[in-house]
């Protein structure tokens, strides 16, 4: 299965609704959260596929 571009962002976008809706989690709290590295690798994973 071929995941897009636009079903990754919607699945992080999902991830981070979780992590605030049911865990509770303030923006803060999630930022502190995620790895720089995992932001690092979507946007290297995103940008490859828009060129």
């Known amino acids: ?3 897009t ?3 990754k962002l919607r699945a992080v976008a ?3 609704t979780t992590l605030r809706d049911t865990a509770g989690c303030t923006p ?3 930022k502190r959260l995620l790895d720089p590295r995992m932001i690092d690798g979507i946007l290297a994973a995103t ?3 828009r060129t």
């Open 1 to 3: 299965m071929q995941f």
């Open 5 to 7: 571009t636009d079903d």
């Open 14 to 16: 999902a991830f981070l």
């Open 28 to 30: 803060d709290e999630i």
């Open 47 to 49: 940008s490859k596929e």
